[in-house]
């Protein structure tokens, strides 16, 4: 182990961060020059070793040390991986679940991951579970799903994946099934972000409910209210409360099942955004969540700093800190994602987030995407390579350099 300062330096990186790794060609982002009490929680990384994803997807041990090793050289103590998005990045004997051949972690039938986690807590950083429990293999899942994709930013699925909203019948129990068996899978994990994205799409079996929750709250009927209805792509005020509403079934049900196996980390729901040409929105009624579940914390993201930034910032982190929530923020790490090529280099999206951090000082980041080794619709490493990074490590050690502000906020007395 060596201090960070030295770190930095071996890595190519001069003091003060000014400079990357002196493999890379690309453009070099000063950091802001700003001197502020520590305020971070938590700092580290989010990724994914679910198939198709990219970024951990096909991390080996040695790419695992790796990364642990550079997060504590650089002061991050807390790392997120998802291991059920859209494909499931794990070994599940669950008859719903996809099990797509050739990812490492499936393979090792999850000794990899406990590994992972083993190591995580050897270098004092916490480490949570992703999961995203309203996507599913629309071939082995069942039932109707709202909406199928066959790839994720023009990466193809190997079947169809299906999108099902929070009164989909069966969601709920297929949720708890999930967090079941992850939770007894993989005992010493420190907490869950639990996602639900597509809970807010209007589809017809929810008319119904709709409209028994509407008079129950003296809300206007269904018949009454603008379509189609997506609280984040248009202001729906009646349907943003109500699709809410509906996810705290599922937050209450898989809470029960994990305190029930004896889990007593802490837990995240992400409060999807939607940012578009005509406004920016909240899928989430903030304060009826916060309400409902005080203990719970507060997970929001943007990744396009180059549209409405400051629009977002106010919904990913001045809003909910306004309501008393603990919030976590995810911004653009090492990620690809999205249309190609962007409009500023990554370099200048990580200076805009970290200088929107330093200012409204949100409780806890994670950047998503800590590097790859393969091409993957989250980070891809051909992509990578266009933009001048010789590959991964190269992208994830000149962000830790960009960001060093950011690992110089993290609270001394802040958990591991």
Not at 35 to 56: H, K, N, Q, R, S
Not at 289 to 310: C, D, S, V
Not at 364 to 381: I, K, P, R, S
């Amino acid at each position: 182990m060596f201090p960070r300062r030295e770190f930095l330096k071996q890595a190519g990186l001069t003091a003060g961060c000014t400079l990357a790794l002196q493999n890379s060609s690309v453009a070099r982002v000063e950091q802001p020059a700003r001197i502020i009490e520590p305020f971070l929680e938590e700092y580290g990384f989010w990724d994914y070793t679910a198939p198709v994803a990219g970024g951990m997807e096909q991390f080996g041990p040695d790419d695992y040390r790796l990364l642990l090793d550079d997060m504590r050289e650089a002061g991050m103590n807390s790392l997120v991986i998802c291991i059920k998005w859209l494909t499931t990045g794990y070994y599940s004997r669950l008859p719903f679940q996809d099990q797509f051949p050739g990812n490492p972690v499936i393979e090792s039938k999850n000794e990899l991951i406990r590994q992972v986690i083993q190591e995580t807590h050897q270098r004092k950083i916490k480490i949570r579970f992703n999961l995203c429990l309203t996507y599913f293999d629309a071939e082995v899942f069942g039932g109707t799903p709202y909406n199928t994709f066959d790839n994720s930013s023009g990466v193809p699925f190997p079947r169809p994946i299906g999108v099902y909203d929070t009164d989909a019948p069966g969601l709920v129990e297929r949720a708890c099934q999930v967090c079941e068996e992850v939770v007894e899978e993989f005992p010493g994990v420190d907490g869950y972000v639990i996602e639900l994205e597509g809970a807010g799409v209007e589809v017809p079996h929810r008319i119904d409910r709709y409209n028994q929750w509407a008079k129950e709250h003296g809300k206007r009927p269904f018949s009454e209210i603008g379509h189609p209805l997506d609280p984040r792509g248009m202001d729906a005020p009646e349907w943003r409360e109500y699709t809410t509403f509906s996810r705290f079934k599922v937050l209450r049900a898989v809470e029960e099942i994990l305190r029930g196996k004896g889990f007593d980390g802490d837990l995240f729901m992400i409060c999807e955004t939607g940012n578009t040409d005509y406004g920016v929105y909240q899928e989430v009624h903030l304060r009826n969540f916060h309400a409902e579940f005080p203990h719970w914390g507060a997970l929001t993201y943007e990744y396009e700093k180059w549209n409405r930034r400051y629009a977002m910032m106010e919904l990913c982190i001045a809003q909910p800190k306004t309501e008393g929530m603990q919030v976590f923020y995810l911004p653009r790490g090492v990620m690809t994602w999205g249309r190609w090529p962007f409009a500023h280099p990554l370099q200048e999206s990580w200076k805009r987030d970290i200088e929107d951090i330093l200012m409204l000082q949100p409780h806890g980041v994670w950047w998503f995407g800590c590097g790859t080794v393969n091409d993957g619709a989250h980070v891809g490493l051909k992509r990578l390579r266009e933009v001048g990074f010789k590959d991964g490590v190269d992208a994830r050690r000149e962000l830790i350099c960009t960001a060093e502000a950011l690992s110089e906020s993290v609270s001394s007395d802040a958990g591991g």
